[in-house]
């Protein structure tokens, strides 16, 4: 049976990133009040029942910070886990087949030529309704050409290798041919660029939730906090870093965390 050890030296990150996910996804539990709680005035400073004090309407930044992770966290997982699976797919397609490959190479080359984040501004301002679902799938149709070419180069070589061959001289479909030999091949490739895609998708949704364009994110995720608190930062500090610090923090823990599983050293 294959098990995989992590270096001592990533548990650190990957302890980290577990406290960080579980918080976000137990916060509202956790959470001493509902989001609309009011603690104090406008920007209240830190302390007595309010640990990070008030934000611009006096509500209580802490209760808010732990009710705010979760809806980033599940979306950014989503168009990382779609992305990275859609990209591995067609990388290992193009690689097995050459002919095939060169329309899908060119047809990425052809979506790299728009940014993801002006794709999602003009279909969120095109079609506001669409909400999560379309930020969702836009994202994973602007994030998917990068990441197949990057597969592609990383399984040109394995789909070389002997035991491709032999597998397709036995007649071996596609399917397995993918999923069975040239995939499990691309371990290290796989967690690497998963962890890759997730900070891009959160800043992908961190960037689409700031502007307010998926209003069905909730009032209270970490981006609307930033961009509600940050004309009172000299008043509380707090209610605008700590958001901000909560995002990088989640996007570098989730893919060093990853990256070190794909690192991490195979035994029997």
């Known amino acids: 049976m294959n098990t995989v050890t992590v270096p001592r030296k990533l548990w650190p990150a990957l302890i980290a990133a577990a406290v960080i996910v579980a918080v976000a996804a137990v916060g509202p539990v956790l959470a001493p009040h509902s989001v609309d709680h009011a603690v104090g005035i406008t920007f209240a400073e830190p302390g007595g029942a309010a640990w990070l004090g008030g934000?611009?309407?006096?509500?209580?930044?802490?209760?808010?910070?732990?009710?705010g992770g979760w809806g980033l966290l599940l979306v950014s997982a989503t168009i990382a886990a779609l992305v990275t699976g859609s990209a591995a797919i067609l990388g290992s397609v193009a690689a097995l087949?050459?002919?095939?490959?060169?329309?899908?190479?060119?047809?990425?080359?052809?979506g790299m030529m728009l940014p993801p984040v002006l794709a999602i501004l003009l279909f969120m301002l095109s079609w506001p309704d669409s909400g999560v679902v379309g930020l969702i799938a836009v994202a994973v149709v602007a994030g998917?050409?990068?990441?197949?070419r990057v597969f592609a180069a990383a399984a040109t070589g394995v789909a070389a290798s002997g035991f491709i061959e032999a597998a397709r001289a036995r007649g071996e479909q596609p399917g397995y041919l993918v999923f069975r030999e040239l995939l499990p091949n691309l371990r290290e490739t796989l967690l690497t660029q998963l962890g890759l895609r997730f900070v891009?998708?959160?800043?992908?949704?961190?960037?689409?939730?700031?502007?307010?364009?998926?209003?069905?994110?909730?009032?209270?995720?970490?981006?609307?906090?930033?961009?509600?608190?940050a004309p009172g930062i000299?008043?509380?500090?707090?209610?605008?870093?700590?958001?901000?610090?909560?995002i990088g923090l989640l996007a570098v823990s989730v893919n060093t965390a990853v990256a070190g599983f794909g690192k991490g050293r195979r035994s029997l």
């Open 55 to 67: 934000d611009r309407l006096g509500r209580d930044v802490l209760s808010r910070l732990l009710h």
């Open 144 to 148: 998917t050409p990068y990441t197949a």
């Open 97 to 110: 087949y050459p002919g095939t490959g060169a329309w899908i190479e060119r047809t990425a080359d052809l």
């Open 200 to 229: 891009e998708a959160m800043y992908l949704v961190s960037t689409a939730s700031f502007l307010q364009l998926p209003t069905t994110l909730g009032e209270a995720n970490w981006a609307v906090m930033v961009r509600e608190n």
């Open 234 to 246: 000299l008043l509380n500090p707090a209610a605008a870093l700590m958001p901000s610090l909560a």
